[in-house]
């Protein structure tokens, strides 16, 4: 059974665009965040979640809005999408948070902006 | 900006051989943690290390720590080609629920 999983793997949309990814954990972690990987392979956290309660927002613009219906799940939302928003986003859950244990990875979503 | 930096960026090596990969931090943290990430796949943990522990070991690798000079190294012994993909370094910032990633390691190992 797939620990984190992320849908849909493959997002190729024109600039403009609405689009969502969704993340699902069944491991019973209370915390999921977003993760941004870009050309380069750095990643960059966007927001993390603690059984529901947004607890991390980076400087990231409000185009990105992440929303978590139950501390299973956490989507992210994407308006008037822009060029340099191609990358893949992961999704990660942990019990208890980053500095307590690890992380376990989705394994990502690509988003290619037209 | 990057929390963590690694060296080397590429390492290129044999099987059999030993690779080593070296992060340094900014910051005070509670934990280092390093992962692995094959190509086109998310990233693996593969061990963490207390910022009260100064070496550790699991398989094949051995972490150790440095929080006097900020900074972490990773070394596989007796790589595989199964070995290759990128390696991250990440550090939680202290008092902070954030975990930070390095600029990453790519791994190469022929067979």
């Known amino acids: 059974d797939t620990a984190v999983s992320q849908t849909p793997k493959y997002l190729v949309t024109q600039m403009g665009n609405d689009k969502s990814i969704k993340c699902e954990q069944n491991l019973g972690h209370d915390t999921m965040y977003w993760y941004k990987q870009d050309s380069k392979k750095f990643l960059k956290i966007m927001f993390s979640?603690?059984?529901?309660?947004?607890?991390i927002n980076e400087t990231v613009p409000n185009r990105f809005s992440p929303k978590s219906p139950d501390k299973a799940h956490l989507n992210l939302h994407i308006n008037s999408l822009e060029l340099g928003d191609s990358a893949v986003y992961f999704c990660?859950?942990?019990?208890?948070?980053?500095?307590?244990?690890?992380?376990?990875f989705g394994e990502g979503s690509r988003l290619t902006v037209l | 900006s990057q929390q963590g930096e690694e060296d080397p960026q590429a390492l290129s090596i044999q099987e059999g051989e030993n690779a080593t990969m070296n992060c340094s931090y900014k910051?005070?943290?509670?934990?280092l943690q390093w992962y692995r990430q094959n190509s086109g796949r998310g990233l693996v943990h593969l061990i963490l290390?207390?910022?009260?522990?100064r070496e550790k070991h699991s398989g094949r690798l051995r972490v150790t720590l440095d929080t006097s000079k900020k900074s972490s190294s990773l070394l596989i012994t007796a790589s595989r080609a199964a070995d290759t993909a990128s390696y991250f370094c990440?550090?939680?910032?202290?008092?902070?629920?954030?975990?930070?990633f390095g600029t990453g390691t790519r791994l190469q190992v022929f067979p």
């Open positions: 990440a550090t939680d910032i202290y008092n902070t629920d954030k975990l930070i």
């Open positions: 979640y603690n059984n529901k309660e947004l607890i």
């Open positions: 990660a859950s942990s019990q208890g948070g980053a500095s307590t244990g690890e992380l376990f």
């Open positions: 290390i207390r910022s009260n522990e």
């Open positions: 910051t005070s943290i509670n934990n």
